[in-house]
């Protein structure tokens, strides 16, 4: 199971770290992404990061601004952004799955359909 957490209201410009809490036997296994929905729209892919974290993805509008990191002693995965913008405001889900290592070459960690488990999400909104 997957718990995301830190969602809240913020003003444009600002930051937030949000987390995912894993309860998943051997979490360290698995990579873990990061997507974000907004109503009537489908999920999108934000960040990824593989199993060791020392692969990461990121969506082209976040990139520069959000940071994925994890801690496998933790369980937890955060993903910190920066420069926050109106049009970021979303609900945010965690996913986790396995990815193999020569699949970070390719689009598989980007792709919705490649995770197997998911958070309920948490609230980003990014006030103008």
């Known amino acids: 199971q997957l718990e995301e957490s830190g969602g809240e209201l913020v003003q444009a410009g600002g930051s937030l770290s949000i987390s995912c809490v894993a309860s998943i036997p051997t979490f360290s296994v698995y990579a873990v992404g990061w997507f974000r929905q907004t109503p009537g729209e489908e999920r999108k892919f934000v960040a990824s990061i593989s199993r060791a974290g020392d692969r990461t993805l990121y969506a082209d509008s976040v990139k520069g601004r959000f940071t994925i990191s994890r801690d496998n002693a933790k369980n937890t995965v955060y993903l910190r952004m920066n420069f926050l913008k109106p049009e970021d405001t979303a609900v945010y889900y965690c996913?986790?799955?396995?990815?193999?290592?020569?699949?970070?070459?390719?689009?598989?960690?980007?792709?919705?359909?490649?995770?197997?488990?998911w958070g309920q999400g948490t609230q980003v909104t990014v006030s103008s």
């Open positions: 996913a986790a799955t396995v990815v193999p290592t020569d699949a970070w070459n390719t689009d598989v960690p980007r792709v919705r359909a490649t995770y197997a488990v």
